[in-house]
């Protein structure tokens, strides 16, 4: 590492600050070096409190970086400022042996997509990071989806404090909207016809920076921090969830899953097959599928689909 990466490494890891003599000593270089540094830093976009008697202290902000990343990471993660998708690039890593498991995260994603075709919006301030792990590294693997939806509930409540429900199947839901998308893909091995390598796509309102969402999904989305404040940052948030997902990827999280389902005993429309039809959801077995009455009382245990709350 040069010495702007090691002195940044450094102030990450220091609540308190550090005397500019110290961190010439443990970078080995001179303390005009330091200030060279930390001026850059500073021109980045990193916050850094500089005093003659205490020294330098960053003061977190949300800054995406390599650096950042690979310090609150606990498994490879590759940044990127701005590309079509985390999930292409994800699989562009793949195609270049790059092990499991590891992430990608982007500042923003010109072509960012949600389930069906759908376009997702993915302005700077959000979380967009797609997760690969292997497909021999889960329990059940037709249930990676709703694990991770419950893995980033849990992250966003341990981080923010701010309830979290979930719609089935794996749309997250604060204060009655959209909060985040999840996507999966899976890479199956043609000889053994299993799971090989399943790529999670994760998509957070986190923080808003641009004037508006878009006509089509304003009344439907929202922010985590709708007014930009709040203390937690992308790089806290991406990390948090990427351990919770992984965790929960290997847990038997349905009760839990079942309490955060906001849907069950609600009266909802079911999309499939190009058609909608009245029903209500009655419940989620244990392989997660939504099990729904109809209006003529069939009951059909729905384990792919659209379901949207009937008004």
């Known amino acids: 590492m040069n010495v702007k990466d090691e002195l940044l490494s450094i102030l990450l890891s220091s609540q308190d600050s550090v005397s500019?003599?110290?961190l010439a000593e443990r970078i080995g270089c001179s303390r005009m070096a330091i200030s060279k540094a930390a001026d850059k830093l500073i021109e980045e976009g990193y916050s850094i409190e500089v005093t003659r008697s205490s020294g330098y202290r960053l003061m977190r902000k949300d800054v995406l970086s390599s650096a950042v990343l690979s310090h609150d990471f606990h498994i490879p993660v590759y940044f990127r400022e701005e590309c079509v998708s985390t999930m292409l690039e994800a699989k562009e890593l793949l195609s270049r042996g790059v092990a499991t498991p590891f992430a990608v995260v982007a500042a923003k994603q010109e072509g960012g997509r949600g389930r069906l075709g759908r376009s997702f919006f993915s302005p700077e301030g959000g979380v967009y990071m797609s997760l690969v792990i292997s497909g021999s590294s889960v329990s059940a693997p037709d249930m990676i989806t709703t694990a991770a939806s419950l893995g980033t509930a849990r992250a966003i409540e341990a981080l923010t404090g701010i309830e979290c429900s979930i719609k089935w199947v794996n749309d997250i839901y604060?204060?009655?909207?959209?909060?985040?998308?999840?996507?999966?893909?899976?890479?199956?091995?043609?000889?053994?016809?299993?799971?090989?390598k399943a790529i999670i796509g994760i998509g957070v309102n986190l923080r808003r920076m641009c004037p508006e969402l878009p006509e089509d999904i304003k009344d439907k989305a929202v922010y985590l921090y709708p007014d930009g404040d709040g203390d937690t940052t992308r790089s806290e948030l991406a990390s948090r969830i990427a351990d919770e997902v992984m965790k929960a990827v290997n847990e038997d999280f349905i009760d839990e899953y079942r309490r955060r389902c906001f849907i069950i005993g609600r009266d909802i429309k079911v999309i499939k097959n190009g058609g909608e039809e009245d029903a209500r959801a009655v419940g989620v077995d244990?392989?997660?599928?939504?099990?729904?009455?109809?209006?003529?009382?069939?009951?059909?245990?729905?384990?792919?689909g659209e379901v949207t709350l009937r008004i």
């Not at 244990?286 to 792919?304: F, K, Q």
Request: aromatic share 2%; no cysteine.
């Open 174 to 196: 604060i204060r009655g909207r959209k909060a985040v998308g999840i996507l999966t893909e899976g890479i199956v091995n043609m000889e053994e016809g299993g799971l090989d």
């Open 20 to 22: 500019g003599s110290e």
């Open 286 to 304: 244990d392989r997660a599928h939504l099990v729904v009455r109809y209006i003529d009382g069939r009951e059909e245990a729905l384990s792919s």
